[in-house]
């Protein structure tokens, strides 16, 4: 699967409570996204980095923050998790930004 | 504003029969296109690319169509197999400063059946 783990698969937890998100990658690819899906809106990107400690904003940052400190760890942080942030995460790897692969998902309940 | 659409949201055909899934862009500056293909509980896995200088890329039973002047493409499955049933997602790069991401269509989901 493209040398790309996410940790962990499965997870509940409760209204307010922080939640860390862990992607790591042993291909040494450059970009990093996380994706959160939900029903008719596909893939949405949330934040991506193109470098150790550099990250940018996606579509629906709001309520979630990400670090990278070494090229194959991306954390994804919900500061203070809302049912809203119910979802199945997924966390991408691309050498240059264009073609990416995907790892196999969290599924994240916010109860 | 979506920069990549596909509109239509479910597609059913028969298996052997060739399946169609379009996809229309708005961005002309878009130089390269993907599609992935996605089963429920796994995340989406790359299926075929084609590159701008192109119209047609195959690989086996996948053949993508690109329509440059129509900011149209296609993906062609034949013969469709009860194993391509997913959903399928078209996406393209777009540079974001000095960086790319994707731009994703919201997918078409295709059911083949037996």
């Known amino acids: 699967d493209a040398g790309i783990t996410q940790s962990p698969r499965h997870k509940v937890t409760e209204t307010g409570t922080p939640v860390t998100l862990r992607c790591h990658q042993t291909?040494?690819?450059?970009?990093m996204y996380w994706y959160r899906q939900d029903p008719g809106h596909g893939l949405r990107l949330i934040h991506y980095?193109?470098?150790?400690?550099?990250?940018d904003k996606g579509e629906v940052s709001d309520g979630y923050s990400v670090s990278r400190s070494k090229t194959e760890d991306f954390l994804l942080t919900l500061e203070s998790a809302t049912s809203s942030q119910t979802s199945v995460y997924f966390c991408a790897i691309s050498p240059a930004g264009d073609k990416a692969f995907f790892g196999q998902g969290t599924r994240l309940t916010v109860v | 504003d979506q920069q990549v659409k596909q509109n239509s949201p479910s597609l059913s055909v028969q298996e052997g029969r060739i399946s169609i899934l379009n996809c229309d862009y708005t961005n002309s500056m878009f130089d390269y296109f993907l599609w992935y293909k996605k089963y429920p509980a796994e995340g989406p896995t790359f299926l075929i690319s084609i590159s701008s200088i192109k119209d047609k890329n195959e690989d086996g039973r996948f053949t993508v169509f690109l329509n440059k002047s129509a900011k149209h493409l296609s993906l062609h499955i034949v013969p469709s197999q009860p194993g391509d049933s997913a959903v399928y997602f078209c996406a393209a790069p777009a540079n974001a400063g000095n960086n790319r991401k994707l731009i994703w269509g919201l997918g078409t989901s295709l059911a083949v059946n037996p």
């Open positions: 291909e040494n690819h450059r970009y």
């Open positions: 980095s193109y470098g150790v400690k550099d990250t």
